[in-house]
Protein backbone atom coordinates (compact mmCIF):
# COMPACT_ATOMS: atom_id res chain seq x y z
CA UNK A 1 0.00 0.00 0.00
CA UNK A 2 1.26 3.69 -0.79
CA UNK A 3 2.28 5.49 2.64
CA UNK A 4 0.59 8.27 1.62
CA UNK A 5 -2.21 6.40 1.87
CA UNK A 6 -1.79 5.47 5.47
CA UNK A 7 -0.32 9.04 6.38
CA UNK A 8 -4.12 10.60 5.09
CA UNK A 9 -6.42 8.06 7.01
CA UNK A 10 -8.00 10.01 9.55
CA UNK A 11 -10.87 8.77 12.05
CA UNK A 12 -13.21 10.90 14.26
CA UNK A 13 -13.08 10.32 18.10
CA UNK A 14 -14.28 11.71 20.77
CA UNK A 15 -15.19 15.29 20.70
CA UNK A 16 -15.11 15.40 16.50
CA UNK A 17 -11.47 15.47 16.75
CA UNK A 18 -9.81 13.84 13.35
CA UNK A 19 -6.79 11.39 14.65
CA UNK A 20 -4.95 8.85 12.56
CA UNK A 21 -6.54 5.68 12.30
CA UNK A 22 -3.52 3.16 12.35
CA UNK A 23 -3.57 0.62 9.24
CA UNK A 24 -4.19 -3.41 10.38
CA UNK A 25 -1.61 -5.92 9.89
CA UNK A 26 -3.86 -7.55 7.17
CA UNK A 27 -3.85 -4.28 4.91
CA UNK A 28 -0.66 -5.55 2.80
CA UNK A 29 0.14 -6.18 -0.69
CA UNK A 30 3.22 -7.11 -2.62
CA UNK A 31 4.91 -4.29 -4.90
CA UNK A 32 4.52 -4.03 -8.10
CA UNK A 33 8.02 -5.67 -9.31
CA UNK A 34 8.58 -9.07 -11.39
CA UNK A 35 9.35 -9.52 -15.10
CA UNK A 36 5.88 -10.37 -16.24
CA UNK A 37 4.35 -7.39 -14.55
CA UNK A 38 7.01 -5.56 -16.32
CA UNK A 39 6.43 -6.93 -19.61
CA UNK A 40 2.93 -6.24 -19.29
CA UNK A 41 4.01 -2.22 -18.58
CA UNK A 42 5.73 -2.51 -22.05
CA UNK A 43 2.66 -3.60 -23.78
CA UNK A 44 0.49 -1.52 -22.17
CA UNK A 45 2.33 1.32 -23.17
CA UNK A 46 2.89 0.25 -26.24
CA UNK A 47 -0.33 -0.06 -27.47
CA UNK A 48 -1.12 3.75 -26.17
CA UNK A 49 -4.25 2.06 -23.25
CA UNK A 50 -5.09 2.43 -20.07
CA UNK A 51 -6.09 -0.16 -17.48
CA UNK A 52 -8.06 0.48 -13.71
CA UNK A 53 -5.32 -1.36 -12.43
CA UNK A 54 -2.91 1.92 -12.65
CA UNK A 55 -5.50 4.55 -12.84
CA UNK A 56 -7.26 3.81 -9.53
CA UNK A 57 -3.82 2.63 -7.71
CA UNK A 58 -5.38 -0.71 -7.26
CA UNK A 59 -3.39 -2.37 -4.40
CA UNK A 60 -3.09 -5.82 -6.40
CA UNK A 61 -1.62 -4.60 -9.28
CA UNK A 62 1.74 -6.46 -8.87
CA UNK A 63 -0.13 -9.65 -7.87
CA UNK A 64 -2.25 -9.87 -11.06
CA UNK A 65 0.21 -8.67 -13.54
CA UNK A 66 2.40 -11.19 -12.58
CA UNK A 67 -0.31 -13.37 -13.06
CA UNK A 68 -0.71 -12.69 -16.70
CA UNK A 69 -4.49 -10.68 -15.88
CA UNK A 70 -5.33 -6.89 -16.06
CA UNK A 71 -8.60 -4.83 -16.21
CA UNK A 72 -8.08 -2.54 -19.77
CA UNK A 73 -9.66 0.61 -19.10
CA UNK A 74 -11.38 1.67 -22.33
CA UNK A 75 -12.38 5.32 -23.28
CA UNK A 76 -9.55 7.31 -21.96
CA UNK A 77 -8.43 8.28 -18.85
CA UNK A 78 -10.61 10.89 -17.69
CA UNK A 79 -13.68 10.30 -16.09
CA UNK A 80 -16.77 12.88 -16.28
CA UNK A 81 -18.05 12.31 -12.69
CA UNK A 82 -16.33 12.83 -9.54
CA UNK A 83 -16.65 9.83 -7.07
CA UNK A 84 -14.74 10.83 -3.58
CA UNK A 85 -13.21 7.23 -3.08
CA UNK A 86 -11.68 6.82 -7.12
CA UNK A 87 -8.23 8.19 -8.16
CA UNK A 88 -9.06 7.92 -11.65
CA UNK A 89 -8.60 11.48 -13.80
CA UNK A 90 -11.88 13.64 -13.45
CA UNK A 91 -13.16 16.51 -15.71
CA UNK A 92 -13.98 16.73 -19.61
CA UNK A 93 -12.04 14.58 -21.45
CA UNK A 94 -9.77 16.46 -23.76
CA UNK A 95 -10.65 14.25 -26.77
CA UNK A 96 -13.72 12.07 -28.24
CA UNK A 97 -14.06 8.34 -27.55
CA UNK A 98 -10.99 6.71 -30.07
CA UNK A 99 -12.41 4.38 -32.53
CA UNK A 100 -8.87 2.19 -32.73
CA UNK A 101 -9.15 1.59 -29.20
CA UNK A 102 -10.97 -1.67 -29.26
CA UNK A 103 -8.57 -3.03 -31.72
CA UNK A 104 -5.45 -2.63 -29.72
CA UNK A 105 -7.49 -3.42 -26.50
CA UNK A 106 -8.03 -7.27 -28.06
CA UNK A 107 -5.01 -7.01 -29.71
CA UNK A 108 -3.10 -6.33 -25.73
CA UNK A 109 -5.09 -9.23 -25.00
CA UNK A 110 -4.40 -11.54 -27.58
CA UNK A 111 -0.88 -10.94 -26.88
CA UNK A 112 -1.47 -11.38 -23.45
CA UNK A 113 -2.91 -14.97 -24.32
CA UNK A 114 -5.43 -14.62 -22.18
CA UNK A 115 -8.74 -16.86 -21.64
CA UNK A 116 -10.50 -14.33 -19.38
CA UNK A 117 -10.42 -10.64 -20.13
CA UNK A 118 -11.80 -7.83 -18.07
CA UNK A 119 -12.95 -4.53 -19.88
CA UNK A 120 -14.01 -1.31 -17.88
CA UNK A 121 -14.30 2.16 -18.91
CA UNK A 122 -14.13 5.84 -17.38
CA UNK A 123 -18.14 7.51 -17.44
CA UNK A 124 -18.18 9.37 -20.69
CA UNK A 125 -21.82 11.67 -19.54
CA UNK A 126 -21.20 14.06 -22.64
CA UNK A 127 -21.57 11.35 -24.92
CA UNK A 128 -25.43 10.57 -26.21
CA UNK A 129 -25.08 6.48 -25.14
CA UNK A 130 -21.97 6.94 -22.98
CA UNK A 131 -19.94 5.37 -25.59
CA UNK A 132 -22.03 2.00 -25.15
CA UNK A 133 -20.82 1.17 -28.66
CA UNK A 134 -17.07 0.68 -27.53
CA UNK A 135 -17.72 -2.18 -25.26
CA UNK A 136 -19.90 -3.66 -28.09
CA UNK A 137 -16.65 -3.59 -30.24
CA UNK A 138 -14.55 -4.05 -27.86
CA UNK A 139 -16.39 -7.42 -26.96
CA UNK A 140 -16.42 -8.35 -30.72
CA UNK A 141 -13.03 -7.50 -31.65
CA UNK A 142 -11.96 -9.95 -28.42
CA UNK A 143 -14.05 -12.87 -29.34
CA UNK A 144 -12.37 -12.34 -32.92
CA UNK A 145 -8.94 -12.11 -32.07
CA UNK A 146 -8.90 -14.27 -28.84
CA UNK A 147 -11.62 -17.37 -29.81
CA UNK A 148 -12.55 -18.76 -26.25
CA UNK A 149 -11.42 -15.77 -23.99
CA UNK A 150 -14.16 -15.09 -21.56
CA UNK A 151 -14.98 -11.60 -21.66
CA UNK A 152 -16.39 -9.60 -18.65
CA UNK A 153 -17.44 -6.06 -18.79
CA UNK A 154 -17.19 -3.47 -15.64
CA UNK A 155 -19.98 -1.10 -17.36
CA UNK A 156 -21.28 2.33 -15.80
CA UNK A 157 -24.93 3.39 -15.19
CA UNK A 158 -25.20 5.03 -18.55
CA UNK A 159 -26.91 7.45 -16.65
CA UNK A 160 -30.34 5.30 -17.25
CA UNK A 161 -30.21 5.18 -20.79
CA UNK A 162 -31.28 1.54 -21.31
CA UNK A 163 -31.09 1.85 -25.14
CA UNK A 164 -27.25 2.13 -24.10
CA UNK A 165 -27.33 -0.72 -22.26
CA UNK A 166 -28.60 -3.17 -24.85
CA UNK A 167 -25.80 -2.31 -27.07
CA UNK A 168 -23.99 -3.85 -24.32
CA UNK A 169 -26.10 -6.80 -23.85
CA UNK A 170 -26.90 -7.84 -27.07
CA UNK A 171 -22.68 -7.60 -27.58
CA UNK A 172 -23.06 -10.85 -25.24
CA UNK A 173 -20.30 -10.38 -22.55
CA UNK A 174 -19.91 -13.23 -20.50
CA UNK A 175 -20.19 -11.86 -17.43
CA UNK A 176 -21.91 -8.40 -16.92
CA UNK A 177 -20.69 -6.27 -13.60
CA UNK A 178 -21.76 -3.18 -12.66
CA UNK A 179 -20.59 -1.83 -9.12
CA UNK A 180 -22.96 -0.35 -6.54
CA UNK A 181 -20.33 0.49 -4.24
CA UNK A 182 -21.94 1.49 -0.87
CA UNK A 183 -24.63 1.48 1.05
CA UNK A 184 -27.69 3.87 -0.51
CA UNK A 185 -27.18 6.83 2.42
CA UNK A 186 -23.95 7.13 1.52
CA UNK A 187 -24.34 7.97 -2.60
CA UNK A 188 -24.41 11.39 -2.37
CA UNK A 189 -20.76 11.75 -0.63
CA UNK A 190 -19.21 8.65 -1.96
CA UNK A 191 -20.88 8.19 -5.39
CA UNK A 192 -22.51 11.91 -6.84
CA UNK A 193 -24.37 11.36 -9.91
CA UNK A 194 -25.30 7.90 -9.30
CA UNK A 195 -28.45 6.17 -8.19
CA UNK A 196 -28.43 3.09 -6.20
CA UNK A 197 -31.99 2.37 -7.35
CA UNK A 198 -30.85 3.00 -10.76
CA UNK A 199 -28.01 0.62 -10.22
CA UNK A 200 -30.26 -2.10 -9.00
CA UNK A 201 -32.08 -1.93 -12.85
CA UNK A 202 -29.37 -2.07 -14.34
CA UNK A 203 -28.52 -5.23 -12.62
CA UNK A 204 -31.84 -6.66 -12.93
CA UNK A 205 -32.49 -6.10 -16.83
CA UNK A 206 -28.81 -7.12 -17.41
CA UNK A 207 -30.24 -10.61 -16.14
CA UNK A 208 -33.58 -10.46 -17.79
CA UNK A 209 -31.37 -10.43 -20.87
CA UNK A 210 -29.62 -13.94 -19.64
CA UNK A 211 -26.44 -12.79 -18.11
CA UNK A 212 -24.14 -13.68 -15.69
CA UNK A 213 -23.89 -10.66 -13.71
CA UNK A 214 -21.76 -9.50 -10.92
CA UNK A 215 -22.14 -6.12 -8.35
CA UNK A 216 -19.29 -5.54 -5.41
CA UNK A 217 -19.24 -3.07 -2.61
CA UNK A 218 -16.76 -0.92 -0.34
CA UNK A 219 -16.64 -1.06 3.40
CA UNK A 220 -15.40 1.52 5.47
CA UNK A 221 -17.31 4.72 4.31
CA UNK A 222 -19.33 5.37 7.68
CA UNK A 223 -21.79 2.54 7.21
CA UNK A 224 -23.57 0.67 9.36
CA UNK A 225 -23.52 -2.91 9.87
CA UNK A 226 -27.23 -3.14 9.23
CA UNK A 227 -26.79 -0.94 6.26
CA UNK A 228 -24.59 -3.32 4.70
CA UNK A 229 -26.74 -6.25 5.44
CA UNK A 230 -29.50 -4.79 3.88
CA UNK A 231 -27.41 -3.36 0.60
CA UNK A 232 -25.93 -7.20 -0.01
CA UNK A 233 -29.71 -8.30 0.16
CA UNK A 234 -31.05 -5.64 -2.38
CA UNK A 235 -28.45 -6.61 -4.44
CA UNK A 236 -29.44 -10.28 -4.04
CA UNK A 237 -33.35 -9.42 -4.71
CA UNK A 238 -32.05 -8.03 -7.80
CA UNK A 239 -30.55 -12.00 -8.94
CA UNK A 240 -27.34 -10.63 -8.82
CA UNK A 241 -24.85 -13.99 -8.98
CA UNK A 242 -21.43 -12.89 -7.81
CA UNK A 243 -20.90 -10.20 -5.38
CA UNK A 244 -17.37 -8.57 -3.91
CA UNK A 245 -16.69 -6.91 -1.01
CA UNK A 246 -13.54 -5.20 0.05
CA UNK A 247 -12.40 -2.51 2.20
CA UNK A 248 -12.19 0.90 0.94
CA UNK A 249 -8.76 2.45 0.74
CA UNK A 250 -7.89 6.19 0.75
CA UNK A 251 -5.82 7.05 -2.67
CA UNK A 252 -4.86 10.08 -1.46
CA UNK A 253 -5.31 13.56 0.80
CA UNK A 254 -8.12 15.00 -1.70
CA UNK A 255 -10.36 11.40 -1.55
CA UNK A 256 -12.95 10.62 1.42
CA UNK A 257 -11.72 9.49 4.72
CA UNK A 258 -11.17 5.40 5.84
CA UNK A 259 -13.71 5.63 9.23
CA UNK A 260 -13.08 1.83 10.09
CA UNK A 261 -11.37 -0.65 9.26
CA UNK A 262 -13.28 -4.50 8.97
CA UNK A 263 -11.44 -7.49 10.10
CA UNK A 264 -10.70 -10.47 8.02
CA UNK A 265 -13.69 -12.45 10.57
CA UNK A 266 -15.96 -9.19 9.37
CA UNK A 267 -15.24 -9.92 6.01
CA UNK A 268 -15.81 -13.73 6.53
CA UNK A 269 -18.87 -13.35 8.03
CA UNK A 270 -20.23 -10.76 5.16
CA UNK A 271 -19.43 -13.76 2.69
CA UNK A 272 -21.05 -16.34 4.99
CA UNK A 273 -24.27 -13.80 4.88
CA UNK A 274 -24.46 -13.58 1.36
CA UNK A 275 -23.82 -17.20 0.59
CA UNK A 276 -26.82 -17.79 2.90
CA UNK A 277 -28.99 -15.52 0.42
CA UNK A 278 -28.06 -17.13 -3.15
CA UNK A 279 -25.01 -15.53 -4.33
CA UNK A 280 -23.48 -18.03 -6.41
CA UNK A 281 -20.19 -16.53 -5.41
CA UNK A 282 -19.28 -14.13 -3.07
CA UNK A 283 -15.19 -12.49 -2.94
CA UNK A 284 -15.18 -10.68 0.24
CA UNK A 285 -11.12 -9.72 2.14
CA UNK A 286 -9.86 -6.69 2.71
CA UNK A 287 -8.00 -6.57 -0.97
CA UNK A 288 -10.96 -7.39 -2.36
CA UNK A 289 -11.47 -5.69 -5.68
CA UNK A 290 -13.97 -6.25 -8.43
CA UNK A 291 -11.51 -7.40 -10.94
CA UNK A 292 -9.13 -8.98 -8.46
CA UNK A 293 -9.20 -13.06 -9.44
CA UNK A 294 -11.91 -12.66 -11.86
CA UNK A 295 -10.88 -15.19 -13.52
CA UNK A 296 -11.54 -17.49 -10.11
CA UNK A 297 -14.58 -16.08 -9.33
CA UNK A 298 -17.55 -17.82 -11.61
CA UNK A 299 -17.09 -21.85 -12.51
CA UNK A 300 -16.30 -22.17 -16.10
CA UNK A 301 -15.35 -18.51 -16.86
CA UNK A 302 -11.28 -19.34 -16.81
CA UNK A 303 -8.91 -18.77 -16.37
CA UNK A 304 -4.73 -19.15 -16.79
CA UNK A 305 -3.03 -17.37 -19.48
CA UNK A 306 -2.74 -20.00 -22.46
CA UNK A 307 -0.01 -22.12 -22.73
Known sequence: M??????????????GVVSPLPRPDWIKARAPIGARYDALVDLVRGQRLHTVCE????????????????????????CTRACGFCAVKT???ALPPDPDEPRRVAEAIAAMRLRHAVITSVNRDEQKDGAAWSFSETIRLVREKVPGCAVEVLIPDFKGNWTALQVV????????????????????????????KRSLELLSRSKDAGLLTKSGIM?????????????????????????????????????LPILKYYSPDEFARLKAHGLSL????????PLVRSSYHADEQVPGAALSPRA
Open 2 to 15: LDAEAAATPALVAG
Open 55 to 78: EARCPNIGDCWNRGTATFMILGDT
Open 91 to 93: GLA
Open 169 to 196: LDARPDILNHNTETVPRLYRKVRPGANF
Open 219 to 255: VGLGEEWDEILETIGAIREARVDVLTIGQYLRPSLDH
Open 278 to 285: GFGHVESG
